[in-house]
């Protein structure tokens, strides 16, 4: 069973950093900077397990992890603290807010994936069934959306021409100046982080594991 673990963090290092060695272990990854964007995507993936952080803008963990305990949809779903503010009163607040446990920063990764395999022993299997079509990343261009394993998701021009163009490539390395020309034009000038932003997006809506980052250069899909 593969499981999904949403990341909330305000912090792109550990975001980066955690997400990178949770996929070693086989886990499929979203992230998410702020609460607000967390619900969102949470409806989205229907993760198995949150990890959390207290202190983010817009809507801190607090706030989302109450939000989260408030919806029907997951009643079942992990919510795991992972916070800087250690103090028991902090922890007592979290479990107030429906916490299933509560970890303090700063934590070894190894110590950390430990912890979340045990946690996530208590998820329920779901129901297997027969590998389809859906398995996979396929794109409709009539409506600019793409299916995933999770369902469809419908996504803004830029992004789909963005995914349209690596998935054209499959398993092949497009450099950023390729992006830059093929999808903005070359008479348009854009900000050194435009595409890593795209990236980003992308990545929380087909999941991460589908678009690799050669660090300098360019980016890489894998179906």
Not at 62 to 86: H, Q
Request: charged share 30%.
């Amino acid at each position: 069973m593969s499981y999904r673990i949403l990341l909330v963090d305000d912090e792109t290092d550990i975001l980066e950093f955690i997400s990178y060695n949770l996929q070693r272990e086989g886990y499929e990854v979203f992230t998410a900077q702020n609460g607000e964007e967390a619900l969102r995507i949470a409806a989205e993936c229907r993760p198995h397990l949150v990890l959390l952080d207290r202190m983010m803008p817009v809507m801190d963990g607090a706030a989302t992890c109450r939000a989260l305990r408030e919806n029907p949809l997951f009643k079942e779903t992990i919510i795991v603290f992972l916070s800087a503010l250690g103090e028991e009163e902090e922890q007592l607040v979290g479990f107030d807010m429906g916490a299933d446990d509560y970890l303090t920063k700063p934590i070894r990764i190894k110590l950390l994936i430990s912890r979340l395999q045990a946690i996530l022993k208590r998820v329920k299997p779901e129901t297997e069934e027969p590998a389809t079509a859906t398995d996979t990343i396929t794109l409709d261009a009539a409506r600019h959306t793409v299916h995933c394993p999770h369902g469809e998701v419908v996504l803004p021009r830029k992004e789909f021409a963005l995914l349209e163009l690596l998935m054209a490539h499959p398993g092949e390395l497009v450099s950023r100046e390729e992006i830059y020309s093929r999808i903005w034009g070359e008479e348009v000038v854009v900000g050194d982080r435009t595409i890593d932003v795209h990236i980003r997006k992308l990545r929380q809506k087909i999941g991460e594991q589908h678009i690799r980052t050669i660090k300098g250069v360019g980016y890489l899909f894998e179906n």
